[in-house]
């Protein structure tokens, strides 16, 4: 499970993060919502140890993140903002390397990287240089590398940005099949995914949580039970 | 140990991605050469060593060593794939050592390289190759202490031209705290001791001792040193960049 308890972030005079506290249970898909700026890939910074916070704590399957750290990375996969990658790499250069460090071995190790590119369809870049992969190709290399080690937590900042409809489909169904004990926490700004995959969705604002609750109960909360008006009204303050 | 060589190897394959790695060996190679044979007058001496040659090598490592280091960290950061590296199960310290040690293999393999120096040398007299062997490791160790000095700049720097020009200005520094310009102007008036201080941070002090082939565990253990401290730093500069 992961338990973030008071988070806050301040740049300066900038409060990115101010006293996020969540705690996500396996099984659950927790969509974080919120405008540009609100504090998500912050707040998922912070929970993956990448960004010390000013203040509060991040505990991912027991582990605290400050004190147990490696102890806590083995346990989830990570997709930055951006899906950074080496260029210089091909996809299986890439996996290759991610699979050493994961500590795969013998023949999982091989059946595994084949699964993963077989599931994110990566075959036919299977070995041109990441460079020179188009912006969806190469965010579903980055989300190969976040599963490759089958892990209990997946934190997916923008997972299907920039992904074909078909591919938004296909990493939609991917983890919606992600066996239901795991805690997949994804970042978005696609309010149909999070009816389609969440099973719980987190708005931001200005740092703050301003709505914890299922999507559909979200939805309930306007009339005509749409999700993006629910949204628009609380995030900006303002009625429709 | 086994995150710090797969690190390593990830590294030392970039460096090989592009061609600008054959051009820089190259130009190692080339520059060692001209040096030796025409600034050097390694034929007019008339004397079976490669004195010359490795005279040139602070100041090689100098501008060279610095080109190889810059990208280390500053390239991650440029690119943002510095935050899928400090995510993995690595600890702060294996990605350092382990990129550290790709770019110390980088410059191990341009100086193995120079080897048909050494090959003329030894077809045109009798040197002492012992002498000769000692030189080539000062020169690793020396280069070594540019890399780790390189390593910590890169890691502070998000430009790589920027991590260059100030690990050049920093290395010269180090090199020229051992040079007899700088000390013969303190020799005139400051007490031995200080001079020889100052003499000892330097890294030509230690370089040249090595070079003539005394292999002082003391020269050895400096260089150590620095390589050590500089990937301590290194690994602090990773640290306080968690913060923002
Ligand atoms: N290094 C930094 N220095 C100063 N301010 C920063 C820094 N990084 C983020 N911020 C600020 O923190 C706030 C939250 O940024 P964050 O990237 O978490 O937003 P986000 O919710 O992920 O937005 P988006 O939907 O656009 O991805 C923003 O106001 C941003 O300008
Ligand atoms: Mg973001």
């Excluded at chain 1, 890939?41 to 505990?59: D, H, N």
């Excluded at chain 1, 990375?73 to 930055?80: A, H, Q, S, V």
Aim: hydrophobic fraction near 50%; glycine fraction near 8%; proline fraction near 5%.
């Amino acid at each position: 499970m992961i338990r973030a308890d008071s988070l806050s972030k301040n740049y300066g005079a900038i409060k990115a993060v101010d006293g996020i506290s969540f705690a996500i249970e396996p099984g659950e898909v927790v969509g974080l919502l919120g405008p540009n700026g609100a504090g998500k890939t912050t707040t998922m910074r912070m929970c993956v140890g990448y960004l010390a916070p000013t203040s509060g704590s991040v505990e991912i399957h027991g582990f605290d993140l400050a004190t147990r750290t490696q102890a806590a990375r083995k346990t989830f996969g990570y997709l930055p903002e951006g899906a950074p990658l080496w260029g210089e790499m091909t996809p299986r250069a890439f996996l290759d390397f991610i699979a050493d460090v994961r500590e795969l071995r013998g023949a999982q190790r091989e059946a595994r990287i084949e699964e993963v590119a077989a599931l994110l369809q990566l075959h036919p870049v299977f070995d041109q240089r990441i460079e020179t992969l188009s912006k969806g190709f190469r965010r579903r290399v980055g989300l190969a590398q976040a599963i490759l080690h089958d892990p209990p937590v997946l934190l997916l900042d923008e997972p299907t940005d920039g992904l074909d409809p078909n591919q938004k489909h296909e990493v939609r169904e991917l983890i919606r099949g992600m066996s239901s004990d795991k805690i997949v926490v994804i970042s978005t700004h696609i309010l149909e995914e999070v009816e389609a995959v969440c099973s719980r969705a987190i708005i931001i604002a200005a740092g703050r949580i301003v709505a914890d609750d299922s999507p559909a109960a979200l939805a309930a909360r306007s009339e005509a039970g749409r999700l993006d008006e629910v949204f628009r009204s609380i995030t900006t303050g303002r009625k429709r | 140990m086994r995150p710090v060589w797969t690190i390593a190897r990830r590294e030392l394959r970039a460096y090989f991605a592009t061609p600008v790695a054959y051009v820089f060996i190259v130009i190692f190679v080339a520059l060692s050469g001209v040096f030796t044979f025409y600034l050097g007058n390694f034929f007019e001496r008339e004397q079976a060593d490669l004195t010359p040659f490795f005279g040139f090598h602070p100041w090689l490592h100098l501008v060279l060593a610095p080109a190889v280091s810059m990208r280390l960290w500053a390239e991650e950061r440029q690119s943002g794939s510095v935050e899928l590296l400090m995510c993995l199960p690595i600890a702060a310290w294996q990605a350092v050592l382990g990129k550290f040690l790709a770019a110390w293999c980088f410059i191990a393999a341009a100086l193995a390289l120079t080897f048909p120096t050494w090959i003329t040398v030894n077809y045109l007299g009798d040197p002492d190759n012992g002498v000769i062997l000692a030189a080539y490791f000062g020169s690793l160790l020396m280069a070594g202490a540019y890399l780790a000095i390189g390593a910590c700049i890169s890691a502070a720097c998000r430009s790589q031209v920027v991590a260059f020009v100030t690990t050049v200005v920093v290395c010269f520094a180090f090199l020229l705290a051992g040079f007899p310009l700088v000390l013969d102007a303190f020799a005139g008036w400051a007490p031995q001791v200080l001079v020889d201080v100052i003499g000892s941070l330097g890294f030509l002090t230690h370089f040249n001792a090595i070079s003539k082939g005394v292999l002082d565990a003391r020269d050895v253990l400096y260089f150590l040193l620095v390589i050590a401290a500089f990937l301590y730093a290194n690994a602090i500069v990773l640290d306080l960049g968690r913060g923002n």
